[in-house]
């Protein structure tokens, strides 16, 4: 099909999606309209859940297996909103609509470079397609609980907005609980145990705790305090504060490493809720990259989680959109984005594919 026809599908698919309230584990109704996309094109697919994925026709099980990933849930609009956030419609270049950025436009862009390449003949890879679910709560039926019934991946595009760069590594995440004590008490009388003065020190130690391996790529860990709580009554003084600490690890460390770290170092109980969401990265010397580098386009670590860390296999995060529009009150995306980015992933495919 003719790329241009096939990017005017493309984004009406989009205005499709953004039409249909998608919130994480609510999907249904997004996953119909992708198997009607398949089923358009004649392409046969599988649903799991709200999982929908295909594989292209001439797929051959001893070639290694290239993934086109992106999801089709989205996060619940906030309430800066101005504009409708399930009314898809165009200003000024841009459309606007909720997961137009995040991920909406990666999606149809992915999906129509699969189309694109699912009659090709002698391809050095087969190429998987997955709409995927639970992305934005990193649910049990999302890519990773998906994984187990796919074939084997060898490489991956994660479909993510990166204004078309190449997002070579992503920091990874873990979240922690803390929990600092003290003596529980009435305020009228003296305390030299009050957890809230305790808690002075803990946060002043978690400022300026720093991590000693820095990324080339990722830069260093970064260690934030999100959260704290304590206290019910305004007389009395309580047993103990809780923290909430966000901690984004680069390639240089395992979660587990950073884990036993601050368990081991922290001067206060530390317990991280899991540890699943490593960090992911893909050698700059790898076919793909270097097809993307060819194309001129940079290379850069990203700072934000994705399906990626689902992953085990070499994985690339790449799309049209950007990042900081996700998430945020009037999403919108520019259509000549996702016009420039259906064209840019076939022309690094086509260098990495043949």
Not at 38 to 67: C, E, G, M, Q
Not at 134 to 142: L, R, Y
Not at 218 to 225: I, Q, S
């Amino acid at each position: 099909m003719e790329q241009k026809l096939l990017t005017e599908k493309a984004i009406n698919l989009l205005k499709e999606l953004i039409s249909i309230q998608s919130f994480s584990s609510e999907e249904d109704k997004t996953a119909d309209a992708i198997e009607n996309w398949f089923t358009s094109f004649n392409i046969p697919f599988t649903r799991d859940n709200n999982n929908v994925y295909a594989k292209n026709k001439h797929w051959d099980p001893s070639k290694p297996t290239l993934l086109l990933n992106s999801h089709h849930d989205t996060v619940k609009p906030n309430s800066a909103y101005t504009k409708d956030p399930f009314n898809p419609h165009i200003e000024d270049g841009k459309l606007y609509g909720l997961g137009s950025n995040d991920a909406g436009g990666c999606l149809v862009s992915l999906l129509a470079t699969f189309v694109h390449y699912y009659n090709a003949e002698n391809l050095n890879h087969n190429i998987l397609m997955v709409a995927s679910m639970e992305e934005e709560s990193a649910g049990p039926n999302s890519l990773r609980g998906l994984l187990p019934k796919l074939p084997k991946i060898d490489v991956a595009i994660v479909g993510e907005p990166t204004l078309m760069q190449l997002a070579i590594a992503e920091k990874g995440l873990i979240v922690f609980d803390a929990e600092v004590k003290g003596t529980p008490s009435h305020a009228a009388h003296p305390n030299n145990d009050n957890s809230i003065y305790n808690t002075i020190k803990v946060l002043e130690w978690f400022k300026n705790y720093t991590f000693n391996k820095v990324s080339d790529v990722l830069g260093e860990v970064k260690l934030t305090v999100t959260q704290v709580n304590a206290g019910k009554q305004h007389n009395v003084v309580p047993a103990k504060v809780d923290l909430v600490i966000d901690v984004r690890v680069n390639d240089k460390y395992t979660n587990k490493e950073v884990a036993e770290m601050l368990q081991k170092e922290a001067p206060c109980k530390i317990t991280p809720r899991g540890l699943k969401l490593n960090s992911s990265a893909i050698d700059i010397s790898h076919p793909l990259v270097q097809s993307g580098i060819a194309l001129g386009r940079e290379t850069y670590g990203s700072p934000t989680l994705s399906d990626q860390a689902a992953l085990t296999c070499q994985s690339l995060k790449l799309g049209p959109g950007d990042s900081t529009r996700s998430h945020s009150a009037d999403e919108f995306i520019y259509v000549n984005e996702i016009e420039e980015g259906i064209g840019l992933y076939i022309k690094i495919l086509n260098g990495f594919l043949q």
